[in-house]
């Protein structure tokens, strides 16, 4: 402790006090230690201001000062990355030292892989050697003092409309920072409620213009963008090497790509032909190509750590956010027509009853005889008649593949997957990025072909590494809980459908389900419920099997390019094939469990972000319908409102209860029900009806709807569970369980 000495410190005198101090030092504390007297205070105030104006000191939330350039003693940070050997590095959430770039900290984690990029912590800091280390205290909520969010002006003052449909309040703006009204735009939180004002800190342009949507995505969730210079000029260099020597020559086989009309990169080719070998009489030969990644991306290099930094590729229907510079993902590595091309080729050998009798990998190169559409493949199938063209038949190419296929959907038919066919809703744009339709994608063979190929490779990757006592990067999707099972044993009751707990559950436990339903009203909704029971899919090396593919050992393979899992995978069999140079290192090996944790959490944010703009999508498209009433269906029933979604279109929108009449709703939460106390009309989960688009929006994708005759003027839903006294009236059963056809 400093001796009290008399008059003020000098500025030397505070910086070391500051450095050496056992407890953050703010001014009380500065005072303290120098025995100041309290007219020597005012003089410590004036000094400390000069000093922060002369960009000696900072201060810290709590008004403790600290060096500028260095970092108070208890501080909020946020994990930045987690590099190849599995350490987390953080950064200061709050830096205004200008022209200091912010300092690295090296997080030292009481359980390894518990924190994820993107996540806050509250944590004690310390100045070690060279470097920072922080010791995390706790885990912080997400951030709430940043806001994305769209300027709208009203009586000559500005406001703050959040992009997020959950967040319904709006918020005083204090400071513009050069946007105008209508602008999106980020902004920080200050003050405490009910007196909470935002400050722009970044202008995002229009929130309108053709392609904002996914931006939106892409800055409220913090998913990198823009690749740095080193990892691009490192694209650039690897794109030019040689194919190198010793692989498989594979270039004289009519291997194809089937991918969707859209596709930005192709991963995956495939080929087949009857199996020669008496040993497998009625069987078949598959190559499954895929792109050979780990050639171009070696560990450690720049462009792994920002593959490793995304995890995956995120897909927007105006753009793709890809996890590798463009130049390896839709050029060198992506497996085009007519160009050769290094491949990890999987070669199968395929019972005539589906089964994998044998596999192998090589190192290959390919030349794509075709790049296909799925609807393309499949009308030439349909057609059997050859398409003609500077590519050649490809009906005697196609052939071939759909018979092994047939062999490989017996295998698939045996083991009973679930079976959930949901659609996928596909938004077209136009060159402008206008929206021209939403609908849902069309499931064809052609689809399930692929599928299947993907899965046989998929699981020979896994099998052939567990053979080598290799790492894997396993795909899990565990069974679904007790506490699941019985949610949906309690949804079903109110369809009348049994479903006995205390059962052994397998996939097709679900698919009986299904095929019990038959193709009565409820049959989406049905679909729906038993996909929310599902666990979540997640990556990592211990092998619990993948319950909903009915598989016991599953890793995925197929997708290099925009997978990091699947990279992990392409590695581990260099390796073990002694296939040559990019095989696994030794610390990845050993750090796969908390890789495998990372590359989940980042599943999970591009999910959420696709998602999300998807939406905002629908609801830009439905925004030019407001006012016309449509055939929705409810998914889902809160105390304060219900639900529902535009059939055939999709998007999420409410129907408030204040809306639904003057009569009181009584919520049943088992049932999920709304009962309407003198009607009887009942408002329930997965019923169909009529309502008015009274809002659709674009900024948040959220939409909201009226009865048609507006507010109050409630009606029976038309499908689903009905008022008895409506059914009646109807003449239609009143026992659910007969509505519908029976498969």
């Not at 009489?281 to 190509?289: E, L, R, S, T």
Request: glycine share 10%.
């Amino acid at each position: 402790m400093y001796k009290p000495k008399a008059g003020l410190p000098t500025r030397e005198q505070i910086l070391d006090f500051i450095a050496t101090s056992d407890v953050p030092a703010g001014k009380r504390e500065i005072a303290k230690g120098f025995g100041l007297s309290a007219q020597d205070k005012i003089g410590l105030k004036a000094l400390l201001k000069d000093m922060a104006d002369e960009g000696l000191i900072d201060s810290a939330p709590g008004r403790a000062f600290h060096k500028m350039g260095g970092i108070p003693k208890v501080t909020v940070l946020r994990i930045a990355d987690v590099d190849d050997g599995g350490n987390v590095w953080a950064v200061p959430e709050r830096w205004e030292a200008e022209g200091v770039p912010p300092p690295r900290l090296r997080v030292r984690e009481r359980k390894r892989g518990a924190l994820g990029v993107g996540e806050r912590i509250l944590a004690r800091t310390e100045e070690a050697g060279n470097g920072w280390i922080a010791h995390p205290m706790k885990v912080l909520a997400p951030a709430s003092e940043q806001v994305l969010g769209v300027l709208r002006e009203e009586a000559g003052r500005l406001w703050l409309t959040g992009v997020d449909k959950r967040e319904r309040r709006e918020f005083a703006v204090a400071d513009a920072g050069g946007a105008a009204p209508g602008d999106l735009v980020l902004a920080e939180l200050a003050g405490k409620p009910p007196k909470i004002a935002a400050r722009v800190v970044q202008k995002l342009g229009d929130p309108f213009a053709a392609r904002s949507f996914s931006l939106i995505a892409i800055h409220k969730l913090g998913i990198p963008d823009v690749f740095s210079q080193e990892a691009l000029d490192e694209a650039e260099r690897v794109s030019k090497l040689p194919l190198g020597e010793g692989r498989e020559d594979l270039r004289n086989l009519p291997i194809v790509a089937i991918d969707p009309e859209d596709a930005r990169d192709h991963d995956d080719a495939v080929w087949a032909e009857a199996d020669d070998d008496p040993a497998n009489a009625g069987g078949w030969k598959a190559i499954v190509a895929i792109a050979d990644v780990s050639f171009y991306v070696r560990p450690k290099s720049e462009v792994d750590r920002e593959a490793r930094r995304r995890g995956n590729s995120v897909y927007f229907p105006d753009r793709v956010v890809p996890m590798l510079p463009e130049i390896l993902s839709a050029e060198v590595c992506s497996l085009k027509e007519g160009a050769d091309r290094a491949a990890l080729a999987c070669h199968l050998r395929i019972g005539k009853d589906g089964s994998l009798k044998s596999w192998r990998f090589t190192r290959a190169v390919v030349r794509i005889a075709a790049n296909l559409a799925y609807e393309e493949a499949q009308a030439i199938i349909d057609a059997a008649s050859p398409m003609e063209d500077e590519r050649g038949d490809m009906l005697s190419v196609l052939q071939p593949l759909w018979a092994c296929w047939h062999a490989l959907a017996k295998a698939r038919d045996a083991r009973a997957p679930l079976d959930l066919d949901l659609p996928e809703r596909r938004v077209v744009l136009d060159e402008q990025g206008r929206i021209m339709s939403v609908s849902p994608r069309e499931r064809l063979d052609s689809h399930r072909l692929i599928e299947d190929y993907m899965i046989a490779a998929n699981v020979a990757a896994a099998k052939a590494l567990e053979a080598k006592k290799a790492p894997v990067m396993y795909r899990i999707h565990e069974p679904p809980s007790r506490e699941k099972l019985a949610a949906l044993k309690e949804y079903l009751e109110t369809f009348d459908v049994p479903f006995a707990l205390g059962q052994v559950v397998r996939p097709a436990t679900f698919n009986h389900i299904i095929e019990r339903i038959g193709d009565a009203d409820f049959r989406p909704q049905v679909m729906e419920q038993i996909l929310r029971t599902q666990t979540q899919a997640y990556y990592a090396p211990g092998n619990h099997g993948h319950f909903g593919l009915s598989l016991g050992s599953y890793a995925h393979f197929t997708s290099p390019i925009r997978r990091y899992a699947d990279l992990l995978v392409h590695r581990s069999l260099v390796s073990a094939y002694g296939l040559g140079e990019g095989g696994l290192p030794a610390d990845d090996a050993a750090n796969m469990e908390s890789v495998g944790e990372i590359i989940s959490r980042l599943e999970r944010r591009a999910m959420e972000a696709e998602r999300d703009t998807t939406d905002r999508y629908v609801a830009a498209f439905l925004s030019e319908r407001v006012g016309q009433v449509m055939d929705v269906r409810i998914t889902g029933v809160t105390n304060f409102g219900f639900f529902a979604t535009v059939e055939g279109i999709g998007g999420d929108g409410l129907m408030p209860v204040r809306d639904l009449g003057g009569e009181y709703f009584r919520f049943d939460e088992g049932a999920r029900t709304l009962t309407g106390e003198h009607s009887g009309d009942v408002f329930a989960q997965g019923q169909t009806l009529e309502l008015r688009l009274a809002e659709a929006n674009p900024v948040s994708g959220a939409l909201r709807f009226e009865m048609p005759e507006g507010k109050g003027a409630a009606q029976p839903p038309r499908g689903g569970r009905k008022p008895v006294r409506e059914i009646k009236r109807r003449g239609r059963p009143t026992n659910i369980r007969h509505q519908g056809k029976r498969r």
